[in-house]
């Protein structure tokens, strides 16, 4: 029954009138090894929708949630993103990777409908890859890249960086490009040289050879990587005798990896918000207990952060807008600038639905512990041309 109130058959009195539930879609990955990577996000969504639908719901209707699995099959995402609307979906969200959300995100924009990356950060899942009413509000991997050349330019004096890039995903593409870009830009600041290796390589002894013969150790390497190659790159650098601070995106967030590396020291990342109970907004820890409480266990990593944000964020612009009409829903959020939320502010525009720069907790990895050890916020956004990789 698509009903938010329910009237007993014994009543006498005449029943007020119940509003019918709003129902969002979620077109994602419940097998196949996105499933990762979205149950966390749908699942930190979800509790944002249950907080909503405790407050009186929204436009005076609860929040119902329909579910359909991708399978992380491109094919089958789009069969996905029909089933839910099929299941009267009337705003989708999609999985976090571009290329397995998309086609559920197209079926969405073909009906003029919202759609929501749970935690893409490639451009392309947006406006230039799938249409005007599609966004993601987690923040674009050029903006961590950006964000760890000021910040180690900043509070780690910083002057000489060597970028090694794992060819993996177009993601640790993203990761290098922010950071040759705004590197080269800050006072004194210099690339010293760069190299590339793959995920599953076993050695990147050539590539340590290539760090090693430079006239001094640089003071940071830019690993631009994810698990499981980011561990073994990280392992071999620091077991070559090499001790420059190691920078990396989001995507290397957790603890689950550490094992691999013991003792780890020097190793900082960006992220949304800290899982390690120290992030200094109550907010985040607030969420951090109603997941374990949801779950049974912390959030393994900052991922589940966007799906929380995009709820809010939608909802927000639905209130403001007084309807769910896609159309009307994206002029609110184009028109949302520095919008707070739990995890910093967000933007959007009419030429962007991602952010070129947000307010980061900056992670350090410590004797094997990881800590937050400050927040930053670029200078300036990142270009739009830098976004697209050109």
Known sequence: MRFACKVLALVLLAAPACAEDLTVGFAIAKSGWMEAYDTPAATAAKIRIDEINAAGGLLGRQIKVVEADTRTD???????????????????????DYDFGAPA?????GEGMISFFLCAEDVKAGIQGVGPNSFSSSVLAPVQGATMAEWAHAKRDARTAF???????????????????????????????SDTFKNDDASIASQITRIKSLDAEPDVIMLCSVMPGAAGAVRQIRAAGINSLILNGSAVDGSYWL????????????????IYGDDPRPEVEA??????AKTGARPANQYAYPGYILIDLWAKAVERAGTVDGAAVTAELEAMRDE???FGPRSFTPILHHQDTA???????TDG???RVDEWRISQPVPLDVLMGK
């Open 74 to 96: 491109r094919a089958e995402s789009a069969k996905a993103g029909l089933d839910v609307l099929d299941q009267g979906a009337e705003m989708m969200v999609v999985s976090c």
């Open 105 to 109: 995100a197209l079926v969405a924009e």
């Open 163 to 193: 970028v090694l890039e794992d060819t993996y995903i177009e993601y640790n593409k993203g990761i290098c490009t922010g950071f040759e870009w705004l590197f080269p830009q800050l006072d004194g600041a210099k690339i010293v040289g």
């Open 259 to 274: 094992d691999a590396t013991p003792g780890l020291s020097g190793f900082v990342v960006p992220v949304q918000g800290s």
């Open 287 to 292: 969420f951090n207990a109603a997941y374990e």
């Open 340 to 342: 707070p939320t739990a």
């Open 359 to 365: 307010l980061m907790q900056i992670i350090e990895i």
């Open 369 to 371: 512990k990881p800590a």
